[in-house]
Nanobody, 127 residues
């Protein structure tokens, strides 16, 4: 079973930057998986932030477009999320997962996860 370990979260002031990492282990399909970052803010549902295809095509939620950059290193089984110009509303626990058949419904990306969730990494943006 694939295990996902997210890291890199922390406390940052508005306008600052953070880079999150997600390391996958226990499987041999990472290079063939579409990988996504999600986030879950208090009182909100978990939402897709960005995803990256096998061929490195990237897609972003409207709320982070132009500020976040997703990338992957298949040799390290790791996916990254570079977050710039952070806003207080970006405060959430961030998770990664492999996904299949992402679809945009009502302006929101819907992407069912393939593996068990990791523990996530908390990002707190102060105003």
């Amino acid at each position: 079973q694939v295990q996902l370990v997210e890291s890199g979260g922390g406390l940052v002031q508005a306008g600052g930057s953070l880079t999150l990492s997600c390391a996958a282990s226990g499987g041999n399909t990472f290079s063939g998986d579409v990988m996504a970052w999600y986030r879950e803010a208090p009182g909100n549902q978990r939402e897709v932030v960005a995803f990256i295809s096998v061929g490195t095509t990237t897609i972003y939620a409207d709320s982070v477009k132009g500020r976040f950059t997703i990338s992957r290193n298949n040799a390290k089984n790791t996916v990254y999320l570079q977050m710039d110009s952070l806003k207080p509303e970006d405060t959430a626990v961030y998770y990664c997962n492999a996904i299949k058949d992402p679809r945009k419904v009502g302006g929101v990306w819907n992407a069912p996860p393939l593996y068990n969730w990791g523990q996530g990494t908390l990002v707190t943006v102060s105003s």
